[in-house]
């Protein structure tokens, strides 16, 4: 494998890089920049027109994507060979929303067939909790549902349907449990009636270490209330490939839905792991949703590089990310619906691309996946939009906004448009000493004051972002938006060389808190460990009340 600082593309882009003028100037040079620098694919719409970028660094950047094989690498991932090359697996969240008709084997296994038949027992199981088939252990219908998981089985679903609350049935509550802290399930308890509830548990294993505790305390005060053991499977259902743990738990075989190996949890919600989402949305909806996702697969798979969103949204990150030392990235959403999306990103992203060691297992000696972060906006506008403007640090932003709202009230969104569109315009040209001299020309103040004023009004601009727009958040838009990001991520970590599918950083943290738990609960004073370990186990005993 051909180092990817050895790639002619990466030497030129290095050169090019100090030579790139200020957007001030790009958008002078080229006054068709936003329509040659724009592009619509799947219901959104992306202005990229805000970088620093001229046409020679859009063509050395997709030099840089061809010598990578970026379009070889795309076709292995839908083919489902195993790019997953630490885990020996394929990488098939594509399946997921792929049509009833479409074939993609595993081992010689047809596993669209799988993933329709597992879509089918979702409506069915759907249709009969929020029909009020489904009655609970007293015979009520169910009004609350709580979804107990961690990672990508928490967030997904959880993220999902509060962007996607103006299409919820209005027949169930939901209520999304992760942190193993026994105060978040002791919070979401309060005022459920355990005859009106549901769970729904999500772990892969049955085992999962937060999930389980936070099942096993459900179970205990599902118990309290009234109900028998026999009474667990009128009230719970899982998401897991342990077929034998969860039943041994108590709940009916029937109600097992199947998770696959070809998924990592980061990229499952398009599976049974969405129940939530559905039971929330409808099936209809949820297939809505698989469908924009489907759309923007098609996209990527299929639109030549130049028009490629996801490869010009994953090539401008790295580029600053590699050639401009920005260390992090943000993320703004201007709809108060999307605002958990921020945090979606940061899992999909950092537990994807952050890693320093390359497929082939040697060090890697460039940076990698940067911070992710970000709002909802304008409440940013208020607090870290000031380091945007004027901070020492690069960082990059994307502007998420629909054009329409959901609640179209007085001038609420036109407002809310103007505040998008102002600041990625602010961060694009900035305001020089002399525009900031002119706007204090006839204040109070001396020539000295004006001066020092002055100054401190100058933001250097040249602060890159990207716009996406969608016509109204709808499940198709939102589908197709997160798969966006799903491939922007692909495309970066491909470039880069690296397992975007694993996540031993994650495994690490796991093994050596499970060993801390043992630790923990024992009455001997622990000795085995660092000195700060030892320290802090022992004085957690020794407190403990």
């Not at 010598?67 to 594509?94: C, P």
């Not at 409440?379 to 004027?390: D, E, P, R």
């Not at 102002?422 to 204040?443: I, S, Y």
Request: hydrophobic share 40%; net charge negative.
């Amino acid at each position: 494998m051909t180092t990817l600082t050895q790639l002619a593309s990466w030497q030129a882009l290095e050169k090019h890089s100090t030579t790139v003028p200020h957007m001030r100037e790009l958008f002078k040079q080229q006054p068709q920049r936003f329509s040659q620098m724009s592009t619509k694919a799947c219901g959104l719409f992306l202005d990229y027109s805000k970088n620093r970028a001229s046409t020679e660094t859009l063509s050395l950047l997709f030099d840089l994507a061809k010598e990578s094989k970026i379009e070889e690498k795309v076709r292995a991932m839908f083919a489902g060979d195993v790019i997953n090359n630490t885990e020996q697996r394929a990488v098939l969240h594509t399946a997921l929303r792929a049509p009833k008709d479409k074939v993609i084997k595993v081992d010689g296994v047809n596993i669209v067939t799988e993933v329709h038949q597992t879509l089918d027992k979702m409506e069915k199981f759907v249709y009969s909790v929020t029909s009020g088939e489904w009655k609970g252990f007293t015979g009520k219908t169910i009004t609350d549902v709580v979804s107990i998981g961690i990672g990508g089985s928490f967030l997904g679903p959880k993220i999902v349907s509060q962007a996607l609350r103006p299409y919820w049935s209005g027949q169930l509550n939901c209520h999304f449990v992760a942190n193993v802290d026994g105060t978040a399930i002791t919070e979401k308890l309060k005022g459920l009636n355990a005859e009106t509830t549901l769970f729904v548990m999500s772990s892969k294993s049955f085992g999962t270490q937060e999930t389980l505790t936070n099942t096993l305390s459900a179970k205990e005060w599902f118990l309290t209330q009234g109900a028998m053991q026999s009474d667990v499977a009128k009230h719970f259902v899982a998401v897991s490939s342990n077929v034998t743990k969860a039943t041994d738990f108590g709940i009916d075989a029937s109600n097992i839905f199947p998770m696959w190996d070809w998924v990592g949890g980061r990229y499952s919600l398009w599976s049974a792991i969405g129940l939530p989402i559905a039971l929330l949305v409808g099936m209809d909806n949820f297939r809505a949703l698989l469908a924009g996702a489907h759309d923007m697969d098609n996209h990527f798979a299929n639109t030549p590089l130049e028009q490629n969103m996801p490869v010009i949204m994953g090539l401008f990150s790295l580029w600053y990310g590699n050639f401009f030392n920005a260390q992090s990235h943000v993320v703004l959403t201007y709809d108060h619906y999307l605002r958990g999306l921020p945090a979606y990103f940061q899992q999909l992203d950092m537990e994807s691309n952050g890693k320093s060691v390359t497929l082939n297992g040697s060090d890697v000696k460039y940076t990698t996946g940067p911070v992710i972060w970000g709002g909802e906006g304008t409440n940013g506008q208020h607090a870290y939009h000031q380091l945007l403007h004027q901070g020492t640090a690069l960082i990059p932003a994307d502007f998420i906004m629909p054009l329409n709202s959901h609640n179209p009230l007085g001038e609420h969104h036109v407002q809310l448009a103007s505040n998008c569109f102002g600041q990625t315009q602010a961060l694009m040209q900035g305001r020089t000493f002399d525009e900031a001299l002119a706007e204090v020309r006839n204040a109070s103040l001396s020539d000295n004051e004006k001066q020092l004023i002055a100054q401190h009004k100058v933001m250097p601009g040249n602060k890159p972002s990207n716009t996406l727009l969608m016509d109204k958040l709808t499940p198709t838009t939102l589908g197709a938006l997160i798969a966006l990001y799903e491939h922007r991520t692909f495309v970066q970590g491909a470039i880069w060389q690296i397992n975007s599918f694993d996540q031993w950083g994650v495994e690490l943290g796991k093994l050596l808190g499970d060993k801390v738990l043992k630790r923990l609960t024992d009455s001997t004073e622990t000795e085995d460990l660092d000195t700060s370990s030892n320290g802090l186990i022992n004085l957690f005993k020794q407190q403990k009340i």
